[in-house]
């Protein structure tokens, strides 16, 4: 399930540069959003119960506590699950293969030099873009734990990532390291997305005690608080790899020149 939502992400991120027709791109930008969607909510849910196993195993935490939110997390899960199913999502990414290969037949021949040239420039001006982005939500961020504004961060850097990898794949350009080091710093916000989710989901089951139980509602405050913890040495180790990430941008922001008659490769590395 995981790597098909890293196979919609990805291909939300060629779409924009491959010029394609408008309907079709617009219809494949819509399926694929929707995928994402809810591939991402179910992934949540999933990894928030995996999380609550991993935390009841360190044996650091109250596993009264632990059990009582895995079991809300898991009827929000078993819930989902029967709605994505009853979407029939495996008959939306079969339409999703459909358009895809009608938008293949549209590309540019790979002799066509003018074509190929746009398209390229145009992954690295949408790389620039997104270079841009990422070091925008790293300075809105600051140096202080708001879990928005760090998340922010944590998606700019991973459409940076996605962008990069393209990079490397379409322009033969060696991007091992970077991509390395964005898996690493997006491991580490994610872990972060992560607690911060349980924290959240924690107090959620906290307030609709009923009837109100009181050492029930101290375990889960000690469990909070002991999360919260968490989310706040991630953070710190998060800052730590600003001025990496920044000097990362700083790269890719300056290797996108200015092309000639790139008025459709513009259009594409603006598009989202």
């Not at 939300?12 to 309907?23: A, I, N, S, T």
């Not at 909070?224 to 998060?238: E, P, T």
Request: proline share 3%; charged share 35%; with cysteine.
């Amino acid at each position: 399930m995981h790597r098909a939502r890293v196979a919609s992400r990805r291909l939300r991120e060629l779409l924009p540069v491959l010029q394609l027709d408008p309907g079709t791109a617009r219809k494949l930008r819509k399926r694929l959003r929707k995928a994402t969607r809810q591939l991402g909510a179910l992934r949540e849910l999933d990894v928030l119960l995996a999380l609550t196993e991993e935390l009841v195993k360190s044996g650091r935490h109250s596993e009264h506590a632990l059990r009582r939110v895995a079991s809300d997390v898991r009827r929000a899960r078993d819930l989902a699950r029967r709605e994505v199913k009853g979407r029939d999502l495996a008959d939306g990414f079969r339409r999703v293969v459909k358009y895809a290969e009608k938008a293949g037949r549209q590309l540019p021949k790979a002799e066509d030099g003018n074509a190929a040239r746009a398209w390229k420039w145009a992954i690295d001006a949408r790389v620039a873009r997104r270079a841009t982005s990422l070091k925008s939500a790293i300075a809105k961020a600051g140096a202080i734990y708001l879990p928005e504004r760090v998340h922010g961060v944590r998606i700019a850097l991973k459409k940076l990532r996605y962008g990069v990898e393209l990079l490397g794949e379409a322009n033969g350009v060696d991007v091992k390291t970077d991509v390395r080091d964005l898996k690493r710093v997006q491991r580490l916000l994610g872990r972060l997305h992560d607690v911060q989710v349980l924290v959240d989901r924690t107090r959620r089951v906290q307030a609709s005690l009923n009837p109100p139980d009181v050492g029930a509602s101290k375990d889960l405050d000690l469990l909070v608080i002991a999360l919260d913890q968490n989310c706040r040495r991630l953070h710190a180790r998060y800052v730590r790899e600003r001025d990496g990430l920044l000097a990362m941008s700083d790269r890719f922001v300056a290797r996108a020149a200015p092309a000639p008659r790139a008025s459709t490769a513009r259009r594409a590395a603006g598009g989202r």
